[in-house]
């Protein structure tokens, strides 16, 4: 019998099955939404249709390989796995089929009727709305099977699980609901018959098959057969037939056999992506603990990067037989953005997914493919601060997380941060800022925020700027969490710019004219009398919206600030904490900041010295304060008590009727 012939007679159509028995489901709404785009949107890149089908079809071999290994009854007598390929050039058929795992009557509902995968919502936002949605990222979601559906005007699926002697068939136009009815099949395992739309003739073209097989599915560990339909061509079942990939895991081969192409394909497939690696870590360890990792680094951001479950998601393999791609055991969550496999020796094929955590050698895996992967990445920022940087971009804010939870690996998580500064344009590392410290600075600056620009306006950078003392500019909202984690760098602690004092007495100006200009700021030095009576009058007048008044040596343009006391929380955390509700909403007293050189505050000053003009004080100190708030990113304490007093003062300043 033809191979043709016998995937045809596991695959019968479900034509004498009881109509009776069949059953229409609508699909989930979100379902609905991807398949509407996948029908009527004109992808550039249909291809990949071939690819996530053939992907489901080899992690389907994957999950038989592993059940077997307890139940041998499970795959007994069925021959090796393989994945077909064949053509019905008269019925518009292409079909893929497979003797994996299978699925059931359930799982044909849920698997192909839902969509899982978090962040699957979000993706449909995003995608929506645009004119030409870029559907790119779809592999990502686990929406693999749907994208048949740019190619198809109809997909059937007949699929048996292993296991089971009944069979099922999934129907559906992709038009809002599917049809199911049972089915029969010689074999456990699944057939996709993909029925094409007449613009996708194409794919019914041997020669067009195999490019695509072998440009995106080479490196699959399951042997894929191309069957043209070609009479003449077609093996008899005496002749070995030739699988049109290597058929061998990517992983084991040399490394010297594995072109960049292929590297990428095979990336593509383990991280559901559609760009090209930004790095490729290939090792092998062999002595004490032998294993072989293949892992990549995205270059864009997944979808899932900030899912709360932090999973690394890295395939385990034991001895080319898959064992699970759901742990977190093998990489700690601060390196989630590793994609790719790892294959152990040492390991025994009876390990069960629940055992893993426990496992020591597990453990020894973990810990030498964590420091292998930094010292890769540290090898990569030596080498090509470039692309190092482009990695520290879309990363960078996932590796500082293992600033605070990985103490025995902070020093060389130090060396591999890298910060935006007020004294670059790109990226510095701490050697850097280090490197660029006035000679008596004892503190390395930072500030905090949401957003760069922001943070780049804040007041309290001004009296660094006007003696050139770099400041850290930090944005990642993990960045508080570190900082209260890591207390030095090299021995030069951390300090806040908007907490407590500013040191900035102690640091030499920039230049003699700025000498003269920071002298004459030194509030300290100043001891100006109208400064201290306006400093009791706000103190009397503010009460306790705040901790206390102070002149600044951090302001040069702005009449006031806000700042964190000493031992209080910065600013920017404070807020934070506030928004998710882990703070009394009065917890913190600040302090005020006031620029003594600025000619709003020398006015309010002057006005101090009259009884009368004290009397009018109140709302100029109301506004100065709400100004600040404001500069931080808050509101005023009372908007309507904010425009009323604008107001009063806005009129005074206008020439009466
Ligand atoms: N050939 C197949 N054999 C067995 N199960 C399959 C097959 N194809 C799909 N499935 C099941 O359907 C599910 C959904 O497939 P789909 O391609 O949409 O997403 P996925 O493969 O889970 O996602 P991804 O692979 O992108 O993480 C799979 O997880 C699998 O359980």
Not at 43 to 59: G, H, K, Q, T
Not at 287 to 309: C, E, H, K, W
Not at 487 to 492: L, M, T
Request: charged share 30%; with cysteine; proline share 4%.
């Amino acid at each position: 019998m033809t191979r043709q012939a016998q995937i045809d007679r596991d695959h019968q159509p479900a034509a004498e099955k009881p109509k009776n028995n069949e059953e229409r489901r609508g699909f989930e709404a979100e379902v609905s939404r991807l398949l509407k785009l996948m029908v009527h949107s004109v992808y550039s890149d249909r291809d990949i249709f071939l690819r996530e089908l053939v992907s489901n079809a080899c992690d389907a071999c994957d999950k038989l390989r592993y059940e077997a290994l307890t139940k041998p009854e499970l795959q007994a007598g069925e021959g090796d796995f393989a994945i077909h390929i064949s053509i019905d050039k008269k019925a518009s058929i292409l079909r893929i089929s497979d003797n994996g795992i299978g699925m059931d009557h359930d799982d044909l509902i849920n698997h192909l009727g839902t969509i899982a995968r978090s962040g699957t919502a979000a993706f449909l936002e995003k995608v929506s709305g645009d004119q030409k949605p870029d559907l790119s990222l779809i592999g990502q979601f686990g929406v693999g099977f749907y994208s048949s559906f740019m190619v198809a005007d109809s997909v059937r699926v007949i699929s048996r699980k292993a296991g089971s002697a009944d069979a099922w068939e999934w129907e559906s136009d992709g038009e809002g609901s599917y049809v199911m009815r049972p089915a029969s099949r010689d074999q456990h395992g699944t057939s996709i018959d993909v029925h094409l739309k007449a613009d996708a003739k194409e794919y019914l073209e041997p020669s067009r098959l195999r490019t695509i097989l072998q440009r995106y599915s080479d490196h699959i560990s399951v042997p894929i057969y191309l069957d043209d339909g070609d009479p003449k061509s077609d093996q008899t079942a005496d002749e070995t037939p030739k699988p049109v990939n290597d058929g061998s895991a990517l992983w084991v081969r040399p490394k010297s056999d594995i072109t960049p192409d292929l590297y990428t394909a095979f990336y593509q497939h383990v991280a559901h992506a559609h760009d090209e690696p930004a790095l490729v870590l290939h090792t092998k360890a062999e002595g004490v603990i032998s294993y072989t990792a293949l892992l990549f680094i995205p270059q864009n951001r997944p979808m899932d990067l900030f899912d709360p479950a932090r999973k690394p998601r890295v395939k385990l393999y034991v001895k080319r037989v898959f064992i699970s791609d759901d742990n977190d055991e093998l990489l700690p969550g601060y390196l989630r953005f590793f994609k790719g496999v790892v294959d152990s020796e040492d390991l025994s094929l009876n390990i069960s997914r629940e055992m893993l955590q426990q496992n020591p050698v597990v453990r020894r895996i973990r810990k030498a493919l964590t420091n292998k992967a930094l010292a890769e990445l540290q090898k990569t920022a030596d080498k090509d601060s470039d692309r190092y940087g482009k990695i520290w971009d879309a990363f960078g804010a996932v590796l500082k997380e293992g600033l605070y939870e990985d103490a025995d690996r902070r020093p060389a998580l130090l060396k591999l941060a890298r910060f935006r500064s007020t004294h670059a344009d790109g990226l510095i590392s701490l050697a850097d800022y280090l490197g660029r410290m006035k000679d008596n600075q004892k503190a390395i600056y930072y500030v905090t925020g949401n957003d760069l620009a922001a943070v780049r306006r804040s007041p309290q950078l001004e009296g660094f700027r006007a003696r050139d003392v770099e400041v850290l500019l930090l944005c990642d909202p993990v960045d508080e969490f570190w900082l209260s984690a890591v207390n030095a760098y090299e021995d030069k602690p951390f300090k806040s710019i908007t907490r407590g004092g500013s040191d900035l007495k102690d640091l030499e100006p920039k230049d003699p004219t700025a000498d003269a200009e920071t002298k004459d700021k030194d509030a300290s030095d100043r001891h100006d009398a109208a400064i201290d009576s306006l400093i009791t009058a706000l103190k009397s007048l503010l009460g306790t919206q705040i901790s206390d008044v102070r002149s600044s040596d951090r302001l040069t343009q702005t009449a006031a600030c806000l700042v964190a006391e000493d031992n209080g929380l910065d600013l920017h955390l404070e807020r934070i904490l506030r928004q998710h509700q882990q703070l009394d909403q009065m917890a913190m007293g600040k302090i005020l900041e006031i620029n003594p050189d600025h000619s709003l505050i020398k006015a309010m000053a002057a006005q101090c010295a009259s009884k009368e003009g004290y009397d009018r004080l109140a709302d100029s100190a109301e506004l100065l304060l709400d100004q600040a708030r404001i500069l931080e990113g808050e509101g005023p304490s009372d908007p309507t008590a904010f425009a009323q007093r604008l107001a009063r003062l806005m009129e005074q300043g206008l020439p009466s009727q």
